[in-house]
């Protein structure tokens, strides 16, 4: 089983909608990200969250909220989803700073979200 | 402002062959790691090394090698004798802080095509 889970693994959905995505983890680790990869640009920041009362914007927040539910929960909602949201979204975890962190983070398999 | 260019938006070479994948970064921290991912055909990401700024040496993992030069802000990435399980998209990832979690700047990815 994968330590990072993300569901949906594809979803289409309609302009307006709300979509949530979900991202659950059993790597034990405090810190979660939420990505996302439109071809041409890289994967960008969405949202993060240092431990269960931590929230914090990335860098393209706008139009999404997030909700940390547990240690090993981090889900990332579209309250009105519009088309330019469509993308690859990747859920992320990292362990905390020390000497055995190599600075990796830790991918889901992604969710591959489209809005008509 | 953190920055990482990946030039080379797609690549296509025959089997064997050797190929360098170019990445540019910019940051105004002198504390800073880079990194390699590999995202292949089935769509996850894959760490594939990190280098902190204070370490020039360049790293040799089986085929993979990595070049990574501070005077040209440059972190290239070589496979030697390129094979078909190779063909995937590159990122070239920027984080400036560290202790301050993954909130990693990518590049544009760069999509590589091994040819048999």
């Known amino acids: 089983d994968a330590d990072v889970t993300q569901t949906p693994r594809n979803r289409i959905t309609k302009t307006g909608k709300r979509i949530m995505l979900e991202c659950s983890q059993t790597?034990?680790?405090?810190?979660m990200y939420w990505y996302r990869q439109d071809p041409g640009l890289g994967l960008r920041l969405i949202y993060y969250s240092f431990d269960v009362k931590d929230i914090n914007k990335g860098e393209i927040s706008d139009g999404y909220s997030v909700s940390r539910q547990a240690q090993a929960k981090f889900s990332l909602s579209l309250e009105s989803a519009i088309p330019n949201q469509t993308a690859l979204y990747f859920c992320?975890?990292?362990?905390?700073?020390?000497?055995?962190?190599?600075?990796?983070?830790?991918f889901g398999e992604g969710s591959r979200l489209t809005v008509l | 402002a953190q920055k990482v260019t990946q030039a080379q938006t797609e690549i296509s070479v025959v089997e064997k062959e050797d190929v360098t994948l170019d990445c540019v970064y910019e940051t105004r921290d002198t504390t800073y790691y880079l990194f390699w991912y590999k995202q292949p055909p089935s769509g996850e990401l894959v760490f594939l090394i990190r280098r902190n700024s204070f370490d020039e040496q360049n790293e040799i993992s089986g085929r993979y090698s990595w070049n990574f030069q501070k005077s040209t802000s440059s972190f290239n990435f070589t496979i030697t004798a390129s094979q078909v399980v190779d063909s995937a998209v590159y990122f070239c990832a920027l984080s400036e802080a560290f202790r301050q979690g993954g909130k990693l700047i990518f590049g544009q990815g760069t999509e590589l095509s091994v040819k048999p």
């Open positions: 992320a975890t990292e362990p905390p700073p020390g000497r055995s962190n190599t600075g990796e983070l830790f």
């Open positions: 790597k034990g680790h405090d810190r």
